[in-house]
């Protein structure tokens, strides 16, 4: 959520930032909403201030047996407090206009964010590793599961509808190896600390991290207003929620495996076949708690620790600088990284790392206590994937594949895999 005083001071700015993003000009709209909340303010203040005055002259006018003026005074008394008692909803439904207002507006992209509407404009950073070349026309990953009998849509639909799988065998068991090894790798080596959180969260929760309001037709909800979380981003960022942090404890670095439940409804017709975009999955989640001043070597370093994992397996991948079209409502630049798939012929996305700036922290009133000393001050937060589970095992499948159809495991989890090498289709 923006800051209303720095939209006030900044209004040429903050609609510079939306344009950006290819969204009107929104300031003039927030501040008049904003002078009514203050109009309110002052009004409520000014009839608190005569009422209080009023009151002692009644006491006043009662000692000096002048009663018509102390019932004057006493009916003005009543009448203020009416006016008040009326004022002050007026007060509460302005807060919540503005407030309102703000939590449905994107953050602000910082300067080194590529403009552009969409994907196109996305500009690559860097890439790693070389495409493997195959002497055989290499399949897609369903193909390649269903041919093994591992991997089995028809009776995930039978049990759930579409958009879900189920893994069989060597499989399943490749894709628990995969979150084990992206958890020890992040614990282990990057110095995130090991989370379990809940699946579930209530509906503040899912507002901290900006997934509500907007986002609610994306998300799964309970009948007791409980919501599935879409990903542990939103567990692990709230965990700093209502809190003052001394600056001595940041960063905080936290991770999770955890399921995400998303309901994938913008994605009709799209990766309609296989296990690209299923209504749920499994994803090692990164998340960090910094100060203003760390945040954006923040992003590199979480980044870099989401790439170790494509490294270690020996994917082929490239990073991209998301432009302000593409990137994601609470982000203020965020770096996509792309793994080959050569089934599919192209790179697709496996993470993003994004950094968030005090735009999460307002939503949750997260805050730190500067080491020496002076006011409070919003941390900054930032959220990755390390990696999205499912879609790294699709990469697997695809990169390791081989001509008779079984699947090389890369040697980093055979060691999760009881030392097999191959998955065949003897499972």
């Not at 007791?224 to 700093?240: C, G, K, M």
């Not at 081989?402 to 003897?426: C, F, H, K, W």
Request: charged share 30%; aromatic share 6%; hydrophobic share 40%.
């Amino acid at each position: 959520m923006h800051d209303i005083r720095w939209i006030r001071d900044n209004p040429e700015a903050f609609d510079r930032g939306l344009a950006r993003r290819g969204l009107p000009g929104q300031a003039a709209a927030l501040i008049a909403l904003d002078d009514r909340r203050r109009q309110l303010v002052q009004s409520v203040q000014e009839a608190q201030t005569r009422r209080n005055a009023a009151s002692k002259e009644i006491a006043a006018a009662m000692g000096a047996g002048d009663r018509a003026r102390a019932d004057r005074l006493k009916a003005e008394v009543a009448e203020l407090k009416t006016r008040i008692q009326s004022q002050e909803e007026e007060e509460r439904s302005a807060i919540a206009a503005v407030t309102e207002a703000l939590s449905v507006i994107p953050n602000l992209p910082l300067d080194e964010v590529p403009d552009g509407p969409d994907a196109d404009s996305n500009r690559e950073v860097r890439r790693h590793g070389e495409p493997r070349r195959f002497d055989f026309a290499p399949k897609q990953h369903f193909e390649l599961g269903e041919a093994l009998r591992l991997m089995d849509f028809e009776t995930a639909a039978k049990l759930s509808g579409a958009r879900f799988v189920i893994l069989k065998g060597k499989l399943a068991r490749l894709e628990r190896a995969l979150g084990q090894f992206m958890l020890d790798l992040q614990t282990v080596e990057h110095g995130y600390v090991e989370v379990n959180p809940p699946y579930l969260v209530r509906r503040e929760t899912m507002y901290g991290t900006g997934q509500l309001p907007k986002f609610a037709d994306d998300l799964f909800q309970t009948t007791d207003d409980r919501w599935l979380i879409p990903t542990a981003e939103v567990s692990l960022t709230n965990l700093a929620r209502e809190s003052i942090l001394d600056e001595a404890s940041l960063p905080l670095r936290v991770t999770a495996l955890t399921p995400c439940f998303r309901a994938e409804a913008g994605a009709a017709g799209k990766d309609t076949r296989g296990m690209i975009r299923t209504h749920q999955f499994n994803k090692v989640e990164l998340v960090s708690i910094a100060t203003p001043e760390a945040s954006r070597d923040e992003l590199e370093r979480m980044t870099a620790a989401a790439e170790e994992v494509l490294k270690r397996l020996q994917l082929p991948y490239r990073v991209v600088v998301l432009s302000t079209g593409d990137m994601g409502f609470g982000a203020r630049m965020t770096y996509d990284i792309e793994v080959w798939l050569p089934g599919q012929n192209a790179y697709r996305e496996i993470s993003s790392c994004s950094v968030c700036g005090d735009f999460q922290a307002r939503r949750m009133d997260a805050r730190y206590r500067p080491r020496g000393g002076g006011a409070l001050r919003y941390v900054h937060t930032l959220n990755g994937s390390g990696l999205a589970v499912g879609r790294t095992l699709i990469a697997v499948l695809e990169n390791g594949q081989q001509a008779d159809g079984t699947i090389v495991i890369p040697e980093v989890l055979r060691p999760y895999m009881n030392g097999s090498e191959i998955i065949g289709a003897d499972g």
